[in-house]
C-alpha cells in the first residue's frame, strides 16, 4: 500500500427524495461516513429545492439545493464541488442508501493514486446463470464477454457486457453503477456534463451512470473498477412499481437509448465502433424488443407498454436532431 498524501470530499445524493421513509437507511451512510479512517475534508449533501434537509445529521455536513432531477442533482454536486477555492483532489460521490467499511475510502485512494484514475468504480463480480444470459442475449442486453479486457464495456448497441473472469483487483471499465464511485474533481469540466441535460427530460434519468463513465471513458480519462473494497446498497427505494412507473420507464428507456447511441456509439470521434455492425446490431435491439412488448401486450390484451416504447423511440430520434445542432465534441 502507498502513503496516502491526498485529501478528499463526499457528496450525498438524495435521489428518489419523495419516497424516503424514517431514515434508517441514511443514518447508516452516515456512520460509514463518521468512522472512516481518511476523514473528509467537506461533506455536502445535494437537496433539490423546496425539501426540509433529514433529522439525521453527522453535524458537520454542509446541506446545498438545486433543482429537482436526477441528472441535475448529479453534476451540480460536481460542479459545486469543483467550484470551491480550495476543493479536494477526489470526491467520493454516492447515494443516500449506500453503506461501507471504515478503510473503505482509504483503499479506493490508494488505489486512486496508484493508478492516477480519473473514476474508479467498485464492481462486484456477478453471473447470470445460462438461461438468463441466453435470454438477455436475444433481446440485445447485458451479456458476459470473458475476453474483454474491461470489467464492464459498451457493445454497439449501445447496452453493455461484463467479463467476471478477470483476475486482477483493479480493470479498467467502460461504464458502472452510478451509487457509488471515486473521481478527481478536476475532470469535472472535462465531462461538459451539461450537454447531457436530456436525461432530465423523462422521468427516470436512465441511462445516467453508463452516459457519464462511457463519456468520460471516450474522452480519455482514465476509468477503473475495483472487485474491492465493496459497499452495500441498500436499496432505499420504497413501494413496488406501479403501473405507470412501467409506462414512464419504458418510455424513457426507448428515448433515450436512442439519443444515446447516436451521440456516443454512432457520432462520437473516439468511438471505435464499426458503424455497419453498430447500425445492424441496434436496429436489431429496436426491433427484437418492440416485437416482444407486441407480443407480451396482445397476449394480455393491453399494448400501452409497446406504444409507450414505439413513442420513446419516435421522441428520441426527434431529440436527436436538436443535440447535433446545440452540443459538439
Not at 478503510?103 to 490508494?110: A, G, I, N, S, V
Not at 438477455?136 to 458476459?144: N, P, V
Not at 483487483?169 to 447531457?196: A, H, I, K, Y
Amino acid at each position: 500500500m502507498i502513503n496516502l498524501i491526498v485529501n478528499i470530499g463526499i457528496y450525498v445524493l438524495f435521489g428518489d427524495y419523495q419516497n424516503f421513509k424514517g431514515g434508517g437507511k441514511y443514518q447508516l451512510l452516515l456512520e460509514s461516513i463518521n468512522k472512516q479512517t481518511v476523514k473528509p475534508e467537506h461533506v455536502y449533501i445535494v437537496l433539490p429545492h423546496g425539501y426540509d434537509p433529514p433529522k439525521e445529521r453527522l453535524g458537520y455536513e454542509e446541506f446545498v439545493y438545486t433543482d429537482k432531477g436526477m441528472w441535475e442533482q448529479r453534476i451540480f454536486g460536481m460542479e459545486f464541488c469543483f467550484g470551491q477555492l480550495e476543493h479536494s483532489k477526489y470526491l467520493l460521490v454516492c447515494d443516500d442508501d449506500v453503506s461501507f467499511d471504515e478503510d473503505f475510502m482509504k483503499r479506493l485512494l490508494d488505489i486512486a493514486e496508484e493508478f492516477q484514475i480519473d473514476t474508479l468504480v467498485p464492481i462486484k463480480d456477478s453471473r447470470n446463470s445460462k438461461l438468463k444470459n441466453f435470454i438477455s442475449r436475444l433481446f440485445g442486453e447485458r451479456t458476459e464477454n470473458r475476453t474483454s479486457p474491461y470489467k464492464i464495456s459498451i457493445k454497439s448497441n449501445g447496452r453493455f457486457s461484463v467479463n467476471n473472469d478477470l483476475r486482477e483487483n483493479v480493470n479498467p471499465c467502460q461504464s458502472g453503477p452510478f451509487q457509488c464511485f471515486l473521481m478527481r474533481t478536476d475532470v469535472t469540466p472535462d465531462l461538459r456534463l451539461r450537454e447531457e441535460m436530456w436525461l432530465d427530460e423523462t422521468r427516470y434519468a436512465w441511462p445516467d451512470d453508463q452516459v457519464f463513465f462511457y463519456k468520460a471513458y471516450l474522452q480519455g480519462l482514465r476509468t477503473y473498477s475495483c472487485k474491492t473494497p465493496e459497499f452495500k446498497h441498500l436499496d432505499g427505494k420504497s413501494g413496488v412499481p406501479n403501473r405507470q412507473r412501467q409506462l414512464d420507464a419504458i418510455y424513457s428507456q426507448s428515448r433515450n437509448i436512442i439519443i444515446f447511441w447516436n451521440r456516443f456509439i454512432l457520432s462520437h470521434p473516439n468511438s471505435k465502433h464499426n458503424k455497419t455492425v453498430a447500425k445492424v446490431s441496434f436496429k436489431y435491439y429496436l426491433f427484437i424488443n418492440k416485437l416482444r412488448l407486441f407480443v407480451s401486450g396482445a397476449l394480455k390484451r393491453d399494448l400501452s407498454l409497446y406504444k409507450n416504447y414505439r413513442r420513446g423511440i419516435k421522441d428520441g430520434f426527434a431529440k436527436i436532431d436538436d443535440l447535433k445542432v446545440t452540443c459538439n465534441f
